[in-house]
């Protein structure tokens, strides 16, 4: 089982945070190319959700979280939509868990990245550089799209 350390995060983040906006579309077109059935489900919510904010977020960390498996060294598959069927029933169940008994524990074993989903704890809790705070709704959907992306690129790991 190949689980994404805090080190590799940390290294992405360093990678990602320090590229001029050139260089970030550049990777992020790129991760894009390779994932691009992921990408669409992950921007998806943004258009669900009504929330432009929602999507500007989900691509910064996807670049991140995809980047992070890469760091540690880990080869993915591309996700696909019968990699997503499969994920769904399980991640909606986990969702409906949180939702009903406050219980995240059924999401941490179906995403299998607990280094991963707590950064994106963090992430989603902490004040920006401004102090600044991202309102409830874009905290929930972020939240909700980036355990979905996470456990899919877990999913596409490639054994």
């Known amino acids: 089982m190949s ?26 077109e790129t991760f894009a190319v390779k994932q691009e059935t992921l990408l669409n489900y992950v921007m998806q919510a943004g ?20 980047e992070a498996f ?12 019968k990699i997503i069927e499969e994920f769904q029933e399980g991640f909606v169940y986990a969702l409906e868990e949180i939702n009903k008994n ?4 059924a999401l941490f074993e179906l995403v299998n990245q607990n280094n991963v ?22 905290k929930t959907q972020l939240f909700i799209v980036t355990s979905g992306m996470i456990g899919l690129l877990n999913a596409a790991i490639k054994k």
């Open 117 to 138: 989903m707590e950064f994106m704890f963090n992430e989603i809790e902490a004040k920006d550089e401004d102090g600044e705070e991202l309102d409830d709704d874009t």
């Open 102 to 105: 406050e219980d995240n524990s």
């Open 47 to 66: 258009v669900e959700y009504e929330n432009e904010d929602l999507n500007a977020f989900s691509i910064y960390y996807f670049a991140i979280v995809v």
């Open 3 to 28: 689980i994404v350390t805090s080190e590799s995060i940390s290294k992405s983040i360093e990678k990602i945070d320090g590229m001029n906006e050139e260089a970030l579309d550049k990777l992020i």
């Open 70 to 81: 890469l760091q540690e060294g880990i080869e993915l598959n591309e996700v696909t939509d």
